[in-house]
Nanobody, 124 residues
Framework: QVQLVESGGGLVQPGGSLRLSCTASGFTFSNYWMYWVRQAPGKGLEWISGIKTSSGSTVYVDSVKGRFTISRDNAKNTVYLQMNSLKPEDTAVYYC?????????????????WGQGTQVTVSS
């Protein structure tokens, strides 16, 4: 049974930091690109970052470059999203996703596996 389980969300003040984690099971994690996609209240999905299988090459959407860092630990089947300098507009449900090839598309159907999401709220 494939599972992607996100954790680490919560309420943080503007300018603060959070680290999200996503632990995978049921598939060969190291063979998959891993992604973070978010959905703000009342808006559609937004692709924000991806990390390659083993080389660790990373890609980011412009709105989070320099503030967010994606990383992975293949020994722990876990992908992380370190979020710094958070802004109210970063408020969203954050999902992790897995794909066998590179994707920068904000639709669930583009990915092989999808997590249940974790809420991040940035507010004073």
């Amino acid at each position: 049974q494939v599972q992607l389980v996100e954790s680490g969300g919560g309420l943080v003040q503007p300018g603060g930091s959070l680290r999200l984690s996503c632990t995978a099971s049921g598939f060969t994690f190291s063979n998959y690109w891993m992604y973070w996609v978010r959905q703000a209240p009342g808006k559609g999905l937004e692709w924000i970052s991806g990390i390659k299988t083993s080389s660790g090459s990373t890609v980011y959407v412009d709105s989070v470059k320099g503030r967010f860092t994606i990383s992975r630990d293949n020994a722990k089947n876990t992908v992380y999203l370190q979020m710094n300098s958070l802004k109210p507009e970063d408020t969203a449900v954050y999902y992790c996703a897995a794909g066998s090839r590179y994707r920068a598309i904000a639709t669930r159907e583009a990915y092989d596996y999808w997590g249940q999401g974790t809420q991040v709220t940035v507010s004073s």
